[in-house]
């Protein structure tokens, strides 16, 4: 299984980023989907989950409203737009293939890439 994120970058304070994450060795439709980050020096994060079917999203508090998690099954591919970026959202963003998707910030995951670096500057 091989999972990878690219789409990462430098981006202004407001500006947007769309990442992307492709998974081959597995049945992509078959499994829930998430994003994470991690920022130097804090723990990782759930920031965002997609079911299998994609009927149901989760967002973290912090980037509801700016943030839209989307998949195409067909092409194996994970998205996350994020828009209204802010230096808070630094971080280097991974993508998990089979990780929890509910109420709750997503745990877990069988696969991981190995991350895609986002940097907002103020």
């Known amino acids: 299984v091989q999972v990878v994120e690219s789409g990462g970058g430098l981006v202004q304070t407001g500006g947007s980023l769309r990442l992307s994450c492709t998974a081959s060795g597995l049945t992509f439709a078959d499994v829930n989907m998430g994003w994470f980050r991690q920022a130097p020096g804090k723990q990782r994060e759930g920031v965002s989950c997609?079911?299998?079917?994609?009927?149901?999203?989760y967002y973290t508090d912090s980037v509801k409203g700016r943030f839209t998690i989307s998949r195409d099954n067909a092409k194996n591919t994970l998205y996350l737009q994020m828009n209204s970026l802010k230096p808070e959202d630094t971080a280097m963003y991974y993508c998990?293939?089979?990780?929890?998707?509910?109420?709750?910030?997503?745990?877990?995951?069988?696969?991981w890439g190995q991350g895609t670096q986002v940097t907002v500057s103020s």
């Open positions: 998990a293939a089979g990780s929890s998707c509910n109420s709750q910030p997503p745990v877990g995951g069988a696969y």
């Open positions: 997609i079911k299998w079917s994609g009927d149901y999203t």
